[in-house]
């Protein structure tokens, strides 16, 4: 019973994210002399196809990708709006600028 009802209240919040505006963030963190880089993101499930309609962030650009595969890469910002990207869960990695040892992108869906 238990997992039924946590089943059910994914299910309930992702037909409630595919109704507005979906945000995926993600980081890096540059390792020592390229080593334990750090990749953060927490992933976002859709329900239905959306497109990119906003890119926020300190990065050059950023990757993406669902399952074990990276679906998009992008070395702007610019580039992605209109994107879109089909039911499944993704995850977003910014790349780093030259000579920064941080980066950050949030991508708004809808």
């Not at 959306?50 to 300190?58: A, L, N």
Request: hydrophobic residues 40%; proline residues 4%.
């Amino acid at each position: 019973m238990k997992k039924m009802m946590i089943l059910f209240s994914i299910m309930l919040f992702t037909v409630t994210l595919s109704a507005q505006t979906v945000k995926i963030s993600g980081t890096q963190t540059k390792g020592s002399a390229a080593k334990n880089a750090e990749l953060k993101c927490n992933p976002v499930t859709i329900a239905k196809t959306m497109t990119i309609t906003k890119i926020e962030g300190d990065c050059q650009g950023f990757w993406i990708v669902k399952g074990s595969d990276i679906v998009h890469r992008f070395y702007d910002n610019k580039a992605p709006m209109g994107t879109k990207l089909a039911a499944g869960t993704y995850y977003i990695y910014p790349n780093l600028k030259p000579n920064k040892a941080t980066a950050s992108v949030t991508v708004s869906l809808k």
